[in-house]
């Protein structure tokens, strides 16, 4: 009898086990987001940092490609987008951009049922997540929507409060998505450290300030520019001495270095390797020999021509960097300035930038506010050359309709000649095709 | 489901509260002979252990008086085989004793819960007996089945032998095993390597191929269960000791049969190569010095005036010469040479019975340097406790120990992926000599001035330092508790532990080119001294796998006869519990010394300079995911009846559920009801059949449901986590987000129809079986278009559905029966399968192009496709190939490559045989028996390689189609090759690689073994077995085995052996 009674003793526990056997994990390395540690593994993902669009910057006159090289290309939607086809783009970058702002979204859907005693870091992972969505639409928006301002009737993009796939996709105004990048940044601001802790990958507030700077320069609204570049500052100001630095280096620059205050980068262009991605060389000339940026950004190739090595990710591989850094926000600082008429202020940014730059800068001479503002403009080009999408970024700032600062951009191909003029429709890239299909949100126009 | 497994308990306890209390009476019978019911007469008969002992009269009666504690009935009569007979309230006996040796066998069908006789099955089940399965020689079980299991298709487009599918593919997941075939091995699922199983511990192997027989597995019989039944001993059995021993060797392989361009033709190539500067960037590459040929190499120096015209022509002759085919015939490989050892021992006395299984395999592989040895004990013990309860118990181990220390791959790596063909491996003094590998040997050869490590690569000296092994332990465990509680009804539990664990090591010595490749990288040659940031030492890479799973099992079996046995009703019903837990850990170690078992320690946060800055600063190389671990458990109730009636109709049901750990389904939605219904008719037993010379014809339907298992899905938000791995930005760990929430997860559904014939004729001279099934795969998991705004690429649904239909057919034939014996044994199957349903569509159609490797699903379609461009011949002006452009041949192959157009593609059809067969036709004449096997494979194609020009000049792939190309105008008529290109059109080369002129049937019919046996005594018995025989006949007028068009064919195999039974 005791024999059988272990058997039935077995099939009870079975049958009182079951439910509780059932709901161990198939694989350990998995989990549910139920913790704060969860949330914030998600935004320590690389994928947050490393991914935000590139077509923009591949569309820019900081570099040309030889016929030659540009047929060696063998994504053609990389080749089109050279020479701002009517087609339209890969998915990559509506892809990653979205994927970033998921991310986020996930993390914001879960953050209000933590609980929690570690306010510090729940406050730190929540604005880290608005960050990480506001910078992805913005850098979205360079790509898919024309330039305007902030307010305006325009189309936007998509904006996404929640990681639920059942909200359907519709595109927001242009002035409601800058509107919604702004919030998502004020908040930011609000819960973000002041401090930079160790890692460079997460924000801080002084990152909020700089982003909100750099996405209110996008919508021309100096003023808040100017006031968000000083916040910024007034964090973090560091400037490094270029005349201190080995331009011998084949990368002269290293990642997470002290200007550096969040870091984050481009996904690859196939384009934009150091082999075959030439610096123009009308640009080139615009750094004289007292420039340090001369010989710290770029290589010579055999050809005579130039190569750009000056990545503030300390590597030439196809990617760019686009993270905030100091020398962007006292630029923005210096034209926000210029731009008000500040010229005191404008002047004693712009010169904090120039020291740290030229080789035996004294300072500026007394000049004209427009020559300053000319003088700021022709800094910030020379400044942030292949700065992620920050130059397409300008030219659309400069060329969205036929104003004073216009012109019309030119790539040669062999025989052929490519144009893109100011206030060209092309200045927003068309939503790929996918997406149409799917959501049905309207296309760019053409 | 709680409920269930109540009920069952609640039955187990009633039962054993049930007291059978019988009086002594008497028991009457007859005793018959099995084949022709004549009645036997001196029959011995007695109750176990002391009854008194009877013996029938002559017309087989006898007339036994039987006490409350007699229940085993022994019989025996010379010339018959003994049986033991279980008596409980039976007051007629009739008994039936089968002559020894004559008789018919009547065949057990083990499922893996019961074993049923074949003629009550209503299901589909192919049988594999030890004869035929020995008929072969192999050190695994499972390529013993290619070729001799109707309906069993083996995939030879992947490099194991031992994939293989069980009528066609139920579902569309390539990843995690779920399109692979459950096996069982006696009771439970086998969760180890399929490699540790010795076949000489094999006594038959059972396909379940419909759903009624294999849906008592459930949700993990989708794609057909193959249950391997182990050698089992008898009560009452003398002392059997089997002896068998074979050895097995091979060819080298054929490295000439590559279709490879010779010396002289490379050589050639790379002179023009050079005369258009095409290496003068890698020349002058003084950042990452890329590999540069011998070639190359003394053109250059000739170009630079190093060597005089006639020197270099001298020397580029005797390279012409050179092939190193040759060396690597010599040094690499050797002639593999098998040994096999298998000693099995059983036994049985009236109260127990044991086997005991001893094998040894040692394997010296084709590459010198491997070795692969296994030992397996196998213990397998029974005892009756009392009357009515069994035990058994059962071990079995296995170690095996894999050296894999051949040089595999001589390439130089990076871009190059072959080595020049005129490479010498040794000089005529036996020397070994170095190759180019991974950076220029001319600067490697020379860099740091001689105060790096040697730098050079010599292949033939890195088997020698070669120290790599993997061990495997693997222990099962079983155990087994009978219990009779009635005549008709017994109890069973058991269980079974498993446990394997996997040791691989991978120690790269200081003397092996690796580590001294990597030392360098990571070595600073300063003014000040030299600085190692690699410790000057070896490298030692270790995984330890670990798997162990339990099984538990709870069953009751009915067997029991109504009206006189006119209403037989055999039914089990259970419930299992099951759990699987793999874990998994990797390391290296640095600085490692195997004499003292010192290591030292590196930083592996930090970036290092690379010597000569052939790389920028880069991290010391790690474990990428050190770490993994995953559980599957499983909880299921069961149940199977057969009722048979009249012993001419039988009836079939089963029913199963089970539930699994999916994660972040709540427990109702875990499982899944599976059940099938079955049906047999013999018509020859009706009263009305008058056809004496059809002796059986027999029908079969059935119908049910089974599933294929993925627990890799979750319904939930889930994360997934990663360590901080090489190239991550920051030392974190972190989590990726899966796919999105789905709540409607479930598993795959496999619904399947069955109807069968089974037949035989002039008494049993002929005999077969015909089948017919359609196979329903729904809910299949498949990735359905997405929205990528929403945040993912793709959603992963249940939404695909997948048909499968087709015919088995086995027809055996005893063609002569005399002194002379022919024997004939045909299998044919067809399978023919189609994506139904299929969401996701690529972005161009020109995305499904291909060879069929993988499954890219198109409806209408079977879900492995070969699809091209749609050649339209070689431009005469020029030699480019042409192909189609929205319908119109077309030459602008970036278009083509995004055509969206099916008119510019060709569907050619399945990349796996529609139909394949085999016929082995086996004749004996007294002691002497031959027996040869002819297969063939049908419907279905595959692409050819041909000349890649971006892969000969950039990886040095040669093809020898090169040499068909086209030269000049006129070419095109003769030949499909297009001229070669320079600067290389790399979209060019793809529309030609995969234009419709390449593809090929694969039809063909090969000799695939013979097997010569001679009886030497009553006792030993002597083979002769080659495999791998070779084409008979192929469809493609090439020349070449369409089954390795692209690779090696096998060598043959020669094998003798011995085997003796005791």
């Known amino acids: 009898m005791k024999k059988y009674s272990s058997m039935i003793f077995l099939s009870l526990l079975i049958m009182v086990g079951c439910n509780k056997f059932l709901e161990e994990k198939p694989d350990r390395s998995l989990a549910i987001p139920s913790s704060l540690k969860d949330l ?113 009737k325009a189309e936007g993009l998509p904006v996404r409060k929640s990681a639920d796939i059942n909200l359907p996709t519709v595109r927001a105004g242009l002035g409601e998505t800058y509107q919604f990048i702004v919030n998502d940044l004020q908040t930011a601001s609000q819960l973000l450290p002041k401090n930079t802790g160790k890692y460079k990958t997460r924000p801080t507030q002084a990152a909020a300030y700089g982003l909100l700077a750099r996405v209110y320069m996008a919508t021309e609204d100096y003023p808040n520019a100017a006031k968000y570049a000083k916040f910024a500052l007034e964090q973090y100001s560091f400037l490094m001495d270029y005349n201190q630095l080995d331009s011998s280096k084949m990368n002269p620059f290293t990642l997470f270095n002290d200007e550096v205050i969040f870091h984050a980068t481009t996904a690859y262009a196939p384009s934009l390797i150091s082999s075959i991605c030439k610096i123009d060389s009308t640009l080139f000339q615009t750094y004289d020999a007292s420039d ?155 | 489901m709680n409920k269930s497994v109540l009920f069952i308990s609640c ?142 298709l083996f995939d030879k487009r992947k490099s194991s032998n031992q994939v293989f599918s069980v009528r066609g593919l139920s579902t569309l997941t390539e990843t995690n095993a779920v399109d692979r075939p459950l096996v069982v091995l006696d009771n439970f699922p086998y969760e180890g390597d399929l490699n540790l199983i010795n076949p000489n511990d094999i006594e038959n192997v059972v396909v379940l191929k419909d759903a009624a027989a294999s849906s008592i597995w459930g949700a993990r019989a989708g794609n057909g269960v193959l249950v391997i039944t182990t050698k089992k001993s008898k009560y009452g059995q003398p002392l059997k000791v089997s002896f068998n021993s074979n050895l097995t060797t091979a060819a080298k392989p054929d490295l000439y049969d590559q279709q490879t361009l010779s010396s002289e033709d490379f050589i050639k190539i790379e002179r023009d190569l050079f005369d258009k500067k095409f290496y003068d960037a890698d020349l002058n590459n003084n950042r990452n010095r890329p590999v540069i040929s011998p070639v190359v190499e003394l053109l250059a120096l000739a170009r630079s005036n190093g060597i005089d015209k006639e020197t270099l022509e001298r020397k580029l002759t005797d390279l012409g010469r050179q092939d190193v085919r040759k060396d690597m015939l010599k040094y690499m490989y050797r002639n593999p040479l098998n040994r096999q050892y298998a000693l099995n021992l059983s036994s049985g006395a009236e109260s127990f019975n044991y086997v005991i299984g001893l094998g040894l395999d040692k394997n010296a592989g084709p590459s010198v340097g491997n070795k692969y040895d296994r030992v397996t004990l196998r213990n397998k013990l029974n005892f009756k406790v009392n009357r009515r309860m069994t035990a058994g118990i059962a071990v079995y181990y296995t170690y095996s120990s894999n050296k894999t220390n051949a040089v595999s791959d001589i390439s130089p790596g990076g871009n190059k992926r072959a080595i020049y ?24 050869d020379t860099a740091g001035g001689g105060r790096l490590l040697d730098w050079l690569y010599r292949p033939l000296d890195e088997v020698g330092f070669a120290d790599n092994n993997t061990k495997e332990k693997s222990l099962m465990l079983n155990f087994n508790i009978g219990y009779q509680w009635l005549n008709w009804l017994k109890s069973e539990i058991r269980y079974q532990y498993e446990t394997a664990e996997t040791d691989s090591r991978k120690h790269y010595g200081l003397e092996t080119y690796y580590t001294r490749d990597l030392i360098n990288r990571y070595t600073q040659v300063l003014p000040t001294g030299v600085v190692y940031n690699l410790p000057k ?40 519990v099951r759990q699987k837990e793999t874990t998994q850990s990797d390391s290296r170690l640095y600085g490692y010394d195997d004499d003292l078992l010192t290591t030292m320690l590196v930083d592996l946060t930090k970036r290092y300079p690379i010597y000569g800055g052939l790389g920028g600063d880069a991290l010391i190389p790690g474990i990428l995911s050190p770490l993994s671990g995953y559980l599957d458990r ?13 012993s001419r109709y039988n009836i079939s049901f089963s029913a199963r559920k089970d539930m699994s750990n999916l994660f972040g389904v709540s427990s109702n939605n875990k499982g899944r ?182 499954i890219s699903p198109i409806e209408g379609q079977p879900a492995y496709n070969v699809i091209s461009y749609r050649w339209a011949g070689l431009d005469p002006q020029n030699g480019d190939p042409i192909a189609y452009l929205n319908g119109v041949p077309s030459e602008t192959y970036d278009q083509i490559l995004r055509t969206n157009d099916w008119a510019d593609l060709v569907i050619h059809g399945s990349a796996t045989p529609q139909s394949f067969g085999s016929v082995r036709n086996t004749f004996s004449y007294k002691r002497l028996s031959l027996s040869f096997n002819i297969t063939g494979r049908f419907g279905y194609y595959f692409r050819r390689n041909s000349i890649d020009y971006y892969a000969l000049y950039y990886s040095w792939l040669s093809h020898t189609d090169y040499n068909n190309r086209w030269q000049k105008p006129g070419d095109e008529l003769h030949t499909d090759v297009p001229s070669a290109d320079y600067p290389v059109n790399t979209q060019r080369g793809t529309v030609y690689s995969n234009s419709s002129v390449l593809v090929e049937k694969g039809e063909h019919i090969r000799l695939q073994d013979i097997n010569l046996s001679y009886q030497l005594t009553s006792k030993i018995n002597v083979f002769f077995y080659v495999n791998n025989l070779g084409i008979l006949w192929a469809a493609n007028k090439l020349g070449r085995d369409p089954d390795f068009y692209n690779t090696l064919p096998n060598p043959k195999t020669y094998s003798i052996g011995i085997k003796a039974d005791l």
């Open chain 2, 634 to 646: 499983y909880v299921s109730v069961f149940g199977n009846a057969n009722l048979g009636i009249a």
């Open chain 1, 292 to 446: 340090q940026r001369r010989s710290l950004f770029f290589g010579l190739n055999k050809d005579g021509s130039h190569s750009f090595k000056g990545n503030y990710h300390g590597q030439s591989d196809g990617t760019l960097f686009m993270g905030i850094a100091t020398d962007e926000i006292v630029l923005i600082a210096a034209e926000a300035a210029a731009r008000q008429g500040e010229s005191a202020e404008a002047i004693a940014q712009i010169e904090k930038l120039m020291v740290k730059r030229y080789r035996g800068f004294t300072g500026l001479n007394l000049i004209s506010n427009d020559q300053l503002l000319g003088l700021i403009l022709k800094e910030r080009r020379k400044e942030l050359v292949m700065r992620g999408d920050l130059r397409w970024s300008d030219l659309r700032r400069f060329n969205k309709d036929k104003g004073d600062e216009s012109f019309t951009l030119k790539r040669f191909l062999g025989a052929n000649t490519y144009d893109l003029v100011p206030g060209d429709l092309r200045y927003a890239f068309l939503i790929p095709k996918s997406v149409i299909q799917e959501s049905g949100i309207s296309q760019n126009k053409r």
């Open chain 2, 421 to 444: 063909p005129y490479a010498q491996l040794a000089d005529a003094a036996g020397k070994h000599l170095a190759i180019e590998k991974g950076i220029r040997l001319n600067y490697a």
């Open chain 2, 11 to 152: 039955i187990v306890w009633l039962l054993n509260g049930l007291n059978v209390f019988a009086q002594q009476k008497t028991v009457k019978g007859t005793v018959s002979d099995g084949i022709n019911n004549r009645p036997i007469g001196a029959v011995t008969l007695r109750f176990l252990p002391d009854g008194d002992l009877q013996i029938s009269d002559s017309l087989g009666r006898f007339n036994l008086s039987k006490r409350p504690m007699d229940t085993l009935l022994s019989v025996n009569h010379v010339g018959y085989e003994s049986v033991v007979l279980r008596v409980v309230n039976e007051a007629d006996l009739p008994i039936k004793l089968f002559p020894i040796s004559n008789r018919l066998e009547e065949v057990l069908i083990s499922t893996g819960y019961q074993s049923i006789p074949k003629e009550r099955a209503t299901g589909s089940f192919e049988f594999i007996d030890n004869k035929l399965f020995n008929r072969q020689v192999s050190t695994d079980v499972i390529s013993r089945l290619d070729g001799i299991a109707s309906s069993v």
């Open chain 1, 40 to 152: 914030r593994a998600i935004l320590d993902m690389n994928y947050n940092n490393l991914n935000y669009p590139i077509s923009g910057a591949m569309a820019t006159d900081d570099y040309y490609l030889s016929l030659k090289d540009w047929e060696g290309i063998s994504n053609i939607q990389v080749r089109q987008n050279y020479i701002w086809e009517k087609d339209d783009l890969d998915e990559m970058d509506w892809r990653n951009g979205y994927r970033i702002i998921f991310n986020a979204n996930v993390v914001l859907d879960h953050i209000g049922k933590m609980k929690t005693d570690d306010l510090e870091e729940r406050n730190s992972i929540e604005g880290t997540a608005y960050f990480f969505r506001a910078l992805a639409l913005h850098q979205l928006c360079q790509v898919f929507t024309l330039p305007g301002k902030d307010g305006s």
């Open chain 2, 673 to 854: 009801p599976l059940w099938s219904v079955g049906s047999s008719w013999d018509i020859t037993r009706e009263k009305f059949w008058k056809f004496k010379s059809i002796d059986m014809l027999k029908l079969r339907a059935t119908y049910g449901l089974s599933g294929n298992v993925n627990n890799s899905l979750s319904a939930q938000t889930t994360l997934r986590y990663f360590p901080a791995s090489l190239g991550s930005l920051t030392d974190l760990p972190y989590a990726v987000v899966g796919n999105p929430p789905n709540p409607e997860l479930r598993w795959e559904k496999v619904a399947m129809l069955n109807l069968g014939l089974d037949f035989a004729l002039f008494s049993n001279r002929i005999s077969g079986s015909f089948e017919y099934y359609r196979k329903k795969s729904s809910d299949l998991l498949s990735l359905m278009p997405a929205d990528i705004t929403i945040g993912v690429p793709s959603l992963t649904r249940n939404v695909a559905t997948l048909a499968n239909k087709g015919i088995d057919l086995t027809l055996n034939a005893l063609v002569i029966n005399n002194a002379f014996k022919w024997q004939t044994n045909l299998l044919f199957s067809i399978n023919k399968n189609r994506v139904e349903r299929y969401l996701q569509r690529p972005r161009s159609l020109a995305s499904y192009v291909g060879g069929g490797a993988t």
């Open chain 2, 537 to 576: 030492g070896g490298i030692l890479d270790r995984g330890e796998g670990n798997m162990s799973a339990h099984s538990v099992r709870l069953q009751l079996n009915v067997d029991k006869g109504f009206y006189a046995d006119k209403l037989k009703v055999t039914a089990i019903a259970g419930t299992e």
